[in-house]
């Protein structure tokens, strides 16, 4: 499925389409990751500038990953170092981006999966670091979701129907998975007296659902996937980090990655 209409665009154009759209979602991810945690606004018009040296940063200091990488890691004013974090974001929401043209093709729905990869990819760094899933980059899941079922549904015989079932679908299937996470985190509360999972990971389950749908093969895979990668994420926080309170998140977000992919989008028309 291609946007091109009756004139087709030499697939190039789609490919660079979403390269170029992935490093600036990339950079997007980066502010993100930065701001949400300490509560900077998103819409504020922040000049960006080194935490070392607070010399202001052009936009040639600001290209995704080509000035991280021909400076080599460095601040270009006083050479200090500059993390390997952001880079690794701006690579990851790239990466996402590409598979996700592979796997759906490209089209307007895939545009709106797109705009998952950012908040995605935020999330698992904002996780990793502070242990929270920001309810704004759950909500931003499930609008991306809700998105793609409006446009997909544009390409349905009876547009207004296929919505209509679809959003209905959507719908019971955040509620299952919201409601089911909820009772699994109820239990572990009482049965542990711990919190295993946190009220952000149960609205991440809520907005998943919206994409993976009422499908039961999906959420058994979703289930066993990120109940097996969040043992391990366990296990190596509390050999590396000398924790035992993990993020859950990046388990949850690698699992629903995964299952999207393997089992496509169930409110897209063929
Ligand atoms: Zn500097």
């Given at each position: 499925m291609t946007m091109a209409g009756d004139v087709p665009l030499p697939a190039f154009f789609f490919y660079l389409t979403t390269v170029l759209l992935g490093l600036c979602l990339g950079s997007f991810a980066t502010a993100l990751a930065w701001r949400l945690p300490r509560g900077v606004p998103l819409a504020k018009k922040a000049r960006s500038s080194c935490p070392s040296c607070g010399h202001d940063l052009r936009a040639r200091d600001l290209v995704p990953l080509f000035s991280w990488m021909t400076l080599g890691?460095?601040?270009?004013?006083?050479?200090a170092p500059v993390g390997w974090r952001y880079p690794l974001i701006e690579l990851a929401t790239l990466a996402l981006c590409i598979i996700f043209h592979f796997t759906f093709g490209f089209s307007a729905v895939t545009l709106c999966a797109f705009a998952l990869a950012p908040a995605l990819v935020a999330m698992a760094d904002i996780d990793f670091r502070h242990k929270i899933l920001p309810d704004v980059l759950n909500i931003a899941v499930a609008a991306a979701g809700l998105a793609a079922i409006a446009v997909a549904s544009?390409?349905?015989?009876d547009a207004p129907a296929h919505l209509l079932s679809m959003l209905g679908q959507a719908a019971a299937a955040g509620l299952l998975y919201g409601a089911g996470s909820f009772a699994l985190r109820y239990i572990f509360l009482k049965a542990?007296?711990?919190?295993?999972?946190?009220l952000g990971d149960v609205k991440f389950f809520a907005a998943a659902g919206i994409w993976l749908g009422l499908s039961a093969d999906s959420l058994a895979a979703f289930l066993l996937l990120s109940g097996a990668l969040g043992v391990v994420i366990a296990l190596l926080w509390k050999k590396?980090?000398?924790?035992a309170e993990f993020p859950f998140g990046p388990a949850l977000i690698a699992a629903f990655l995964a299952v999207l992919l393997w089992r496509g989008l169930y409110f897209v028309v063929i």
């Open positions: 890691g460095h601040c270009r004013y006083c050479r544009l390409e349905a015989f542990t007296g711990k919190e295993a999972l946190g590396i980090m000398r924790e």
